[in-house]
């Protein structure tokens, strides 16, 4: 295959990305830098011929570089590929599955291409497989920022490093250096291969407070080539730590490989660490009320249905139902018991809370990413215009509690998304009056009300409607347990 023009220095490699006015002794329109090396399929002498020409900003863009270059072996399995062009080029015009593609044996891989500047990068959802041969492709129909589009589709192959290379470390939980890291946080570290699930042990994964041995539970998920570390008892707020691998680790493989060197990464725990709220008995409900539940509609709940004080249960069938009914039975008495134990809980938190209304001035939520914690609204909370993020920062065990002292409330159709770990079986709403999910809303977490909760039709939740005093309303809504 053909040889891609690549950069000769540091230089070279940052002007690659930006404008070429942009970069010391860059060369004066009409300048040019003489003779390269040759383009993608063009042969020797394309890549900046004709010195005192200058460039043809009207001319199609091309691909300078790439990276890992055209035949290259052994390269991670880790890796992004990237293309350079000589000009900047129209981001959106580079897309996964059609523009950017990487593919293995013609299947295409999946994931996402990001651009700055003159650069585009295809970024896998995965590892790659070891030792497998991957094309990189680019099609005319990547443009530059002009609108202008690449000439010729270029292709370029390479090879990922064999079974019979050592394993290496991918990626870490918490990140090295991260601040603010939960006292509850499940350490990861993420290999390139299947590894030896026997090797990672307490010998070999080592969490240190100054000197100080941590004690943990280590474990392994074959799925994902990650071992994972728990700590016997939390780690204590606001102090460093670190973990080391060590090269105790092995692959899987029948001749083993060790990790090469040893690999070692700090943390810093937060203040503000949340509990979660117990939930007890009241967790194996989906819908508690305290008076009343009344179905509208072929809702479709997983979990147990209940009423305690009140013993009215209307609407199942024609809801469905995974799970039981418990009209002011032992079981309803016992979760309406724990339902105000956890209200009492939410609502008493008092570590480092959060102005609702000190994001932005209003108690709306639309729009707003948040990270864990504890957030106060002195009235209402409301999710209109736009959606809500929970973003967990990948803490799995990421805490999120909302105090409401009166209305929850989501327009149509808004959503409640979860990114980067956070889990529904995390996110609490405690509300001090009633609760009412506008029609289509999807929604997560555990709501907690003194008063009723309505959801509207076609309402999604994975969580759980738990009403002390009234009622709980359903009409066609799905509700999951988490």
Request: proline share 5%.
């Amino acid at each position: 295959m053909n040889t891609l023009v690549r950069p000769t220095s540091l230089l070279s490699l940052l002007c690659a990305a930006v404008l070429v006015s942009a970069c010391p002794d860059a060369p004066a329109e009409g300048e040019g830098e003489g003779e390269g090396e040759g383009d993608v399929g063009e042969g020797e002498g394309e890549a900046g011929e004709g010195e005192g020409e200058g460039e043809d900003l009207t001319a199609p863009p091309r691909v300078a570089s790439t990276d890992p270059a055209d035949d290259a072996v052994n390269v991670d399995v880790n890796v992004n590929p990237s293309a350079t062009f000589n000009k900047i080029m129209d981001g959106g015009s580079l897309v996964a599955e059609t523009t950017f593609t990487l593919t293995k044996g013609g299947v295409l891989v999946p994931g996402r291409v990001t651009t700055f500047g003159r650069t585009a990068t295809f970024r896998p959802d995965d590892l790659l497989t070891v030792g497998t041969i991957y094309t990189g492709t680019i099609t005319t129909g990547a443009r530059d920022e002009d609108g202008h589009p690449v000439e010729t589709e270029v292709t370029w192959d390479f090879t990922t490093a064999g079974d019979d290379a050592p394993p290496q470390v991918v990626s870490v939980s918490p990140i090295n250096n991260e601040i603010g890291v939960s006292i509850h946080r499940l350490l990861k570290v993420r290999f390139t291969k299947a590894m030896s699930a026997a090797s990672i042990n307490d010998g070999t994964f080592l969490v240190l407070q100054g000197a100080t041995p941590i004690a943990g539970d280590v474990g392994y998920d074959v799925d994902t080539n990650t071992g994972t570390f728990r700590a016997d008892v939390a780690f204590d707020p606001s102090l460093p730590y670190s973990a080391t691998i060590t090269t105790g680790v092995t692959d899987d493989d029948a001749a083993p490989h060790a990790l090469e060197s040893a690999f070692s990464w700090n943390f810093t725990t937060g203040a503000c660490t949340q509990e979660p709220i117990t939930l007890g008995a009241a967790g194996a409900f989906a819908v508690l009320a305290g008076t009343a539940v009344t179905n509208s509609g072929v809702s479709n709940v997983t979990g147990d249905v209940g009423t305690s004080p009140g013993v009215d249960i209307t609407g199942f069938p024609a809801g469905e139902l995974v799970g039981t009914q418990h009209a002011a039975d032992a079981t309803a008495i016992a979760g309406a018991a724990a339902l105000s134990s956890a209200f009492d809980d939410a609502a008493g938190r008092t570590l480092c809370p959060i102005a609702v209304t000190a994001l932005a001035g209003t108690p709306n939520l639309g729009g707003r990413t948040l990270s864990p914690g504890l957030y106060k609204s002195e009235s209402g909370i409301d999710i209109a215009a736009f959606d809500l993020t929970l973003d967990a920062g990948g803490d799995d065990d990421a805490i999120f509690i909302f105090q409401v002292a009166s209305e929850l409330s989501t327009t149509a159709n808004r959503t409640v998304q979860l990114t980067n770990g956070a889990q529904a079986q995390n996110v609490f709403w405690q509300v001090g009056t009633s609760a009412t999910l506008g029609a289509g809303t999807t929604f997560q977490g555990t709501i907690m009300a003194d008063e009723s909760i309505t959801l509207g039709a076609g309402t999604t939740l994975s969580g759980r409607t738990l009403a002390r005093d009234a009622a709980v309303t359903l009409d066609t809504s799905t509700i999951t347990t988490p």
